[in-house]
């Protein structure tokens, strides 16, 4: 992470990484804990802490399904579609064979209760505590007000829908352009609006003066 020591030589303390889902990750989570960074970043739709009535036991790492029965950890692997680091868990066929619920539980051609759950699920129940808290709260309303806006105004109204240059060195040297023309754009704002101010200042003090010189 280089951004980290750049900030640390400038004066700044990066404590907190707030973010959109797209940056969702167990991975992300992990370095980011690692760096020893809060991240408050929203997690995917598609995460899942454990199946629909099934309770987690995290001291011993094992699952109790809505029987009763407990599901132990069995291995760790890489899904070989995407490479994703995911946590075995499966029963016993003996666990599962007297079970009421089976036919619902297993269907009609699984013996026994298997599944599989993120090996990050402890970092993503940390960030999702974090995203759902006040502070997290506070967090996306300046995200939402402070970065979108940037990335809406440089896309809408600026050109920059798109990056035409070839290599990231160029594409930061066109992101960086971007930036100052955008911080430029906001100071004249800012220099407009002082110097209407002052203008009003200015003739409320000559007002004034005019009616002093009168009485």
């Given amino acids: 992470m280089r951004l980290k020591p750049r900030l640390n030589k400038a004066g700044f303390l990066w404590q ?10 167990g991975e992300n989570y992990a370095f980011l804990e690692k760096k020893q960074i809060k991240s408050f970043i ?53 666990v599962c064979i007297d079970c009421p619920i089976r036919r619902q539980c297993l269907g009609r051609t699984a013996q026994e209760k298997k599944f599989t759950v993120t090996y990050y699920r402890g970092e993503y129940q940390r ?11 506070y967090m996306k309303a300046k995200r939402q007000s402070t970065v979108e806006p940037v990335f ?3 896309t809408q109204f600026m050109g920059l829908r798109k990056v035409n240059t070839i290599g990231i060195n ?21 220099i407009e609006k002082r110097t209407k101010s002052e203008a009003v200042n200015n003739q409320e003090v000559c007002f004034s003066l005019k009616v002093t010189i009168q009485l």
């Fill in 16 to 25: 907190n990484c707030v973010a959109d889902t797209g940056y969702s990750s």
């Fill in 42 to 94: 929203p997690p995917h739709g598609t995460y899942k802490g454990s199946p629909n009535g099934f309770t987690y036991n995290e001291s011993e790492d094992y699952y109790i399904c809505p029987q009763g029965k407990v599901i132990p950890f069995k291995k760790v692997f890489y899904e070989k579609k995407n490479n994703t680091k995911k946590k075995e868990y499966r029963a016993s066929k003996k």
């Fill in 127 to 137: 960030n999702i505590a974090r995203v759902n808290s006040p502070q997290g709260r």
């Fill in 152 to 154: 809406g105004t440089l």
């Fill in 170 to 190: 160029q594409a930061n040297k066109c992101m960086q352009l971007s930036a100052i023309a955008y911080n430029l754009k906001k100071y004249l704002k800012f």
